[in-house]
């Protein structure tokens, strides 16, 4: 498991992609919370890049998959996991996923392909994309792992998301660890984690309340007519 | 909330034959009893559980009108599939139009944006790309180059299709699509956009659509279960996870 994730910033040049997004571009050291740790950002602000990173430094391919998928249907990672150096503590690590919704279709096609066990009976194309991202944190998650996952919420509705919720809960009693890339107020609200938000200002540990999807999407739910309102004035 | 005349839409709905699409889609309950679905001239949004059919149904919707079951325009029919995997739905679909096809159509999911990313680089369409995009899309965040097909490649015109666009969203994200949403639909466009987003949904005087095992049918907006449980959730998230996880 890992306790802090740190940028050798001398081997780097700033004014380089991805070093120079903003974000990153302050980035030192990182103490990960040893159960959740939940990366929260606009687009583009270098969430997915530094978490896709941290995956890639601890080992996994970087489309996503388990620690013995090597397949690639394209190299489109970043060079940042070179220079990340990673502190372990010293629990051990019996399993591990990391999954990036965006290239979940692939890491699906490949679990066909190879007809790995595992993963429920179904096989992951003929279950919904929502339903096969459930089956396989439900199922093939076994705990005390290290699971990576950017931007989960992509495939799921509320009930599937409060689902992970409560199987994440489950395997970080039992020792796992969870880094975790959203944009959903719901999984933010993760209890017992530690939220860090993506901006110019930096990285910047924030409570639930004060992050973005919590402020907006409670002001949308509370009063729509007058959100809209604004939101079609500005165009 | 705006209440515009429609004008011109192209589909008025589909039919759904009765004949077995011969794959499990004969056994989704949501459309067993579904024999026609009506679609709002300007936008309607699918809502329902994982599995329930919602982007099957899109799918479905997008094949039939011969757009790539992977996502993206016309001009990408045959130009990449990493695998086969979409349903016969649209062997039982006859769509209803109700004008002339519209000059654009696009078909867009946000799980395989990815693929069409590389595939739009790697069969070297690269007077369009740069027609489009500022930059390669492997280089934006797959949320940025989401927004920047929904924001640059949706045109006039248009008959569009979106499987939880929310998907490779921020909420400010999803806010930008709902403008250029509503930009749009004053220069004839129809949206049918399947979704989980208790934002996305509340775009004004849309037809929502819910699909659970008694069919599908019509659902005001504060009844949307992703809205209500978010509203509860967003509430009292302490008392919503004590319980939860008790």
Redesign the interface.
């Known amino acids: 498991m890992i306790r802090s994730v740190s940028l050798r910033r001398e081997e780097v040049d700033a004014s380089r992609y991805p070093f120079s997004i903003p974000a990153l571009r302050s980035l030192t050291t990182l103490e990960l919370h040893p159960q959740a740790t939940l990366f929260a950002g606009e687009n583009g602000s270098g969430k997915s890049t530094l978490v896709e990173a941290i995956a890639v430094a601890a080992g996994f391919n970087a489309e996503g998959g388990s620690r013995n998928m090597r397949f690639s249907t394209r190299a489109s990672h970043s060079e940042l996991h070179e220079h990340l150096h990673l502190v372990r503590d010293d629990r051990p690590q019996r399993d591990g996923f990391f999954l990036r919704a965006e290239s979940f279709y692939n890491v699906a096609t490949e679990v066909a392909t190879l007809e790995v066990s595992g993963y429920g009976d179904t096989p992951l194309h003929e279950q919904s994309h929502g339903e096969s991202f459930l089956s396989l944190a439900l199922e093939r998650f076994r705990g005390r792992g290290l699971y990576i996952l950017d931007e989960p919420e992509a495939a799921l509705s509320v009930q599937g998301m409060l689902a992970l919720i409560r199987r994440m809960h489950e395997l970080a009693s039992d020792g796992s660890q969870f880094i975790v890339s959203t944009h959903s107020p719901v999984l933010l609200a993760y209890p017992g984690g530690r939220i860090y938000v993506l901006s110019e200002a930096g990285i910047v540990e924030t409570p639930w309340e004060e992050t973005e999807p919590v402020e907006l999407t409670r002001s949308f739910l509370a009063d729509r007519a007058r959100f809209l309102h604004y939101l079609f004035a500005e165009t | 909330?705006s209440t515009a005349t429609p004008r011109s839409p192209f589909l008025l709905g589909f039919r759904l034959s009765s004949r077995a699409a011969g794959d499990?889609t004969d056994d989704l309950p949501a459309l067993r009893p579904v024999e026609r679905i009506a679609l709002d001239p300007r936008v309607t949004f699918l809502v329902?559980?994982?599995?329930s059919g919602k982007?099957?149904l899109v799918e479905a919707l997008a094949v039939a009108l011969k757009l790539n079951a992977e996502g993206g325009g016309r001009s990408y029919q045959f130009g990449f599939t990493?695998?086969r995997?979409h349903a016969r739905l649209h062997r039982r679909l006859e769509l209803e139009w109700a004008s002339l096809p519209p000059r654009n159509s696009f078909f867009l999911r946000?799980?395989?944006?990815?693929?069409l990313a590389?595939a739009i680089e790697s069969t070297g369409s690269v007077g369009e790309m740069q027609k489009v995009y500022e930059q390669p899309i492997?280089?934006?965040?797959?949320?940025?180059s989401?927004?920047d097909i929904a924001l640059n490649r949706l045109a006039p015109n248009g008959l569009y299709l979106l499987d939880?666009p929310e998907?490779?969203?921020?909420?400010?994200?999803q806010?930008a699509l709902?403008?250029r949403m509503?930009?749009l639909l004053d220069r004839d466009c129809q949206f049918v956009v399947a979704t989980?987003s208790?934002?996305l949904v509340?775009f004004?005087g849309a037809t929502i659509l819910q699909l659970d095992d008694d069919g599908v049918g019509r659902i005001e907006?504060d009844a949307v279960?992703?809205?209500e449980?978010?509203?509860s959730?967003?509430d009292e998230?302490e008392r919503f996870?004590r319980h939860?996880?008790a």
Do not use: D, I, K
């Open positions: 909330m499990y329902g559980e994982n599995g982007s099957t990493t695998r995997t946000a799980e395989s944006v990815f693929n590389t492997h280089e934006q965040s797959h949320g940025e989401f927004l939880e998907a490779a969203l921020s909420v400010r994200g806010l709902m403008q509503h930009e989980h208790p934002v509340g004004p907006y279960p992703q809205v449980l978010t509203r959730f967003l998230p996870l939860l996880l």
